[in-house]
């Protein structure tokens, strides 16, 4: 008796958890959460992550630099940012869009 009780609880202060920071912010608590498990695929995604964000980086820094006037720094930041799309694509691996089909679930 007292376990469904206290199921009962636990599943009514879930559902008033979500009514009043909203289904987007649980969502997202607990998508950070999972990533931080010690995990592989946890571990990969924080790596597809940091590589996401330095192509990122690198296409802002490389659209404020001049191709004619500055060649060299354009071409070094070209190179960089050809290196990192290569990583980039290279580590797409399959578990990564596990990761994504997992987070549409929560």
């Avoid at 206290?6 to 997202?28: K, M, P, R, Y």
């Avoid at 940012?81 to 399959?94: R, T």
């Amino acid at each position: 008796m007292a376990s469904i009780l206290l199921w009962t609880f636990v599943l009514q202060l879930v559902i008033h958890v979500i009514n009043t920071f909203g289904a987007s912010s649980v969502n997202e608590l607990l998508w950070q959460l999972y990533q931080r498990l010690p995990i592989a695929t946890s571990k990969a995604a924080q790596d597809q992550l940091k590589l996401q964000r330095e192509v990122l980086r690198l296409n802002r820094e490389i659209s404020g630099v001049s191709a004619q006037d500055e060649f060299s720094k354009w071409a070094k930041l070209r190179r960089q940012l050809d290196k990192a799309k290569a990583e980039y694509d290279k580590s797409g691996w399959f578990g990564f869009s596990h990761l994504c089909g997992v987070r549409d679930q929560l």
